[in-house]
Nanobody, 122 residues
Framework: QVQLVESGGGSVQAGGSLTLSCKAS????????MGWYRQAPGKQRELVAS???????NYGDFVQGRFTISRDSAKNMVYLQMISLKPEDTAVYYC????????????????WGQGTQVTVSS
């Protein structure tokens, strides 16, 4: 019902930058929150940043001003601009959206992208 296509991952050196993009498509009434999570080998998936339709943006503590999340609601897209990347930012980054499938739903449903690899070398 909802498909997420991510792009923009890759390999960079420490101090470099990358921008991730994610487009949501399919059959749904509206999108609530959009966000990015990441999972490094042997670690749990953690929040990178989330942006609601209205309200405050949340960032993981490790972001420390280096990443910026934004969304284009008209295009159903969410972006993550990452600068000053560190080797510890190496992980698979997953797009997440919470959507209302119909106007009758009281709670949104969560969907995940397939993940895009970000590798930062020292």
């Amino acid at each position: 019902q909802v498909q997420l296509v991510e792009s923009g991952g890759g390999s960079v050196q420490a101090g470099g930058s990358l921008t991730l993009s994610c487009k949501a498509s399919g059959s749904f009434f509206s999108i609530s929150a959009m966000g990015w999570y990441r999972q490094a080998p042997g670690k749990q998936r953690e929040l990178v940043a989330s942006i609601p339709r209205t309200g405050s943006i949340n960032y993981g503590d490790f972001v420390q001003g280096r990443f910026t999340i934004s969304r284009d609601s008209a295009k159903n897209m969410v972006y993550l601009q990452m600068i000053s990347l560190k080797p510890e930012d190496t992980a698979v980054y997953y797009c997440n959206v919470r959507v209302f499938l119909s106007s009758l739903n009281r709670l949104p449903k969560s969907y995940w992208g397939q993940g895009t690899q970000v590798t930062v070398s020292s």
